[in-house]
Each structure stands twice: as C-alpha cells, then as structure tokens.
C-alpha cells in the first residue's frame, strides 16, 4: 500500500479521517458510491470540501493510486467526483487506480478550487 506523503491526515480540529495508517490483513475496504443527502451536517460538508481540495492539490486531473486514502471518506466521492482510472476497476485494492472528474468536482466544490487553502483554514 502505498502512503501518500503530504496527503494531509485528517481535517484540523476534527476527528474526519482522511488517511490509514496501515493496510488491513484482509484486504481493502471495498470502495463503493454513497449517497449524499441535501440535509447533511455542515461539518461533513466541509469535510467533503477540505478532501476534495487535498486530492486536488495532490494529484490534479492524474491517475492516481487508491493506496492509503480512507475508504470511508472517499465512499462519498466515488462515482461522482471521484472516478476508477481502470478497467476492469478492483474497489478492493490498495493499488487500485483513481482519477478527479474536474468538471463534476468543480460544480459540486467550487470552494475547494478557489486557491483559498481551505482544508488548512478550518
């Protein structure tokens, strides 16, 4: 599993997770879509943003390997903003690959785009 340095770990002041430490004995978590409800709490809206600016500023519009990004986290982005580089698509790999949709990300987070440094200032 590879260990995306930089990436930062969590957002500042939370408990939002946004890499593991370790691989699990079992396997990946499996990636799969999560639905994300208009009613969501303001705090996992920012969490979403504060993530979606960290991938951004980390990887652009490249493939990149899954490696220890947080499942959980990247379950609310997967399939949308968030899509499989590869076909066919393992979601339980570690070395599985990711690219950004730009266009989706940018409609669906226009403020983790602004160059703001958002994730660093919540």
Known sequence: MIKHR??????PGT???FTIRRAHK???T?????E?????????RRADVAFMEALWLCFGDQPFERGN???GRL????EREVLPAEDP??????????VIDEKRARAAFPEAFDGSGYWKSV
């Open 6 to 11: 930089g990436f930062p770990g969590r957002l």
């Open 15 to 17: 408990d939002y997770q």
């Open 26 to 28: 079992d396997g990946a």
């Open 30 to 34: 499996p990636l799969m879509r999560r």
């Open 36 to 44: 994300r409800y208009p009613d969501r709490r303001p705090a996992d």
């Open 69 to 71: 990004l947080d499942a």
């Open 75 to 78: 379950n609310w982005l997967f």
């Open 89 to 98: 698509f393992d979601p339980e790999s570690y070395e599985a690959l990711l």
